[in-house]
């Protein structure tokens, strides 16, 4: 989900906000405004969640 997480992150037409308090970090990534995605990362664990739907967001190739 890493790999896939990033693909999401770093496609230009999603929005994301990281925030951080202590030790604990998040990550969501927004498309049109909906939540599509969420890493939560407290010590050295990471989680990922994201919606059913989430590979449609998905891009091939980001430049």
């Known amino acids: 989900m890493?790999?896939?997480f990033d693909n999401?992150?770093?496609n230009p037409f999603h929005d994301y906000e990281?925030?951080?308090n202590g030790d604990k970090q998040v990550?969501?990534?927004y498309c049109?405004?909906?939540l599509i995605a969420k890493k939560v990362k407290?010590?050295?664990s990471i989680r990922y969640f994201a919606v059913k739907n989430y590979?449609?967001?998905i891009t091939d190739e980001i430049e």
Do not use: P
């Open 55 to 57: 590979l449609d967001f």
């Open 32 to 34: 049109d405004g909906l």
């Open 8 to 10: 999401l992150r770093l």
């Open 2 to 4: 890493k790999t896939e």
């Open 27 to 29: 990550v969501k990534i």
């Open 18 to 20: 990281a925030d951080s």
């Open 42 to 44: 407290l010590k050295k």
